[in-house]
């Protein structure tokens, strides 16, 4: 008798319990269902993120003085993103640029872009650089105090994302498409793209002296390389 009892002990904790779905014939599998993403608005982090500009020696310009190339990042700005993962068309982006706040080839511009040691300028080259950069003819501090990209729409909801809006400096607001990669992890956005654009773009021509000096080559490379957290 103490050998059946075992037999029937075994076989009922081997069964189901009274209203447990066999998982065997749960045609849902147990798997739970994926809910819809939430649209959040995220503000862009100064300190975590790069926004920059590239300029570009005029290497077939022979002179006496050696030209470089040199990356200009966004020491400060503002940026606002809104963006759910399932619906792109809530998709907003809202980034401003002071220009007091550029800066030449800060700690980190030069290695993040791969260009050569060589290429360094010193502080005072620097605020000579920045200077000429403010000047009317170039982004004109004197009428215009910012740069700023406002979206219009975004396309794509998964890894790769392409986000049309304007792109506005020193007054002139030239329409643009710039592809990023974006991710989601938590409360955390993140995007990285660039574009390659030019001087006339904007009414501006490339930098320079005057004869028998380095030149500025007519593209700009703008990039970007955004991270943002969850209001």
């Not at 819809?36 to 003085?65: G, M």
């Not at 000429?132 to 501090?141: A, E, F, I, R, V």
């Not at 910012?146 to 392409?162: H, L, N, W, Y």
Request: glycine residues 12%; negative net charge; hydrophobic residues 35%.
């Amino acid at each position: 008798m103490r050998t059946a009892w075992l037999v029937i002990a075994a076989t009922l904790a081997c069964a189901p319990a009274l209203g447990q779905d066999d998982p065997a014939t749960d045609p849902g599998g147990g798997a739970e269902e994926e809910l819809p993403a939430e649209t959040k608005t995220y503000a862009l982090s100064v300190s975590k993120s790069w926004i920059y500009v590239v300029i570009y020696n005029d290497n077939d310009r022979w002179t006496p003085i050696t030209g470089h190339d040199h990356g200009i990042r966004a020491t400060s700005f503002t940026g606002i993103v809104t963006w759910n993962a399932d619906d792109a068309s809530v998709c907003s982006v809202d980034i401003r640029v002071p220009y007091s706040g550029l800066r030449i080839d800060p700690p980190g511009m030069r290695e993040r872009l791969k260009f050569s040691a060589d290429g360094a300028i010193s502080d005072d080259q620097k605020k000579k650089v920045v200077g000429n950069m403010l000047t009317k003819g170039q982004l004109d501090q004197g009428s215009f105090s910012e740069a700023r990209f406002q979206s219009i729409s975004c396309s794509g909801t998964e890894g790769k994302v392409d986000v049309t809006g304007n792109l506005s400096v020193r007054g002139v607001a030239k329409k643009i498409t710039i592809q990023m990669d974006v991710g989601l992890d938590g409360d955390t956005f993140t995007a990285a793209g660039g574009i390659t654009l030019g001087h006339a773009d904007f009414g501006m021509k490339p930098f320079t002296y005057g004869p028998g000096t380095p030149k500025n080559q007519e593209k700009l490379t703008f990039g970007l390389d955004v991270v943002g957290t969850a209001n």
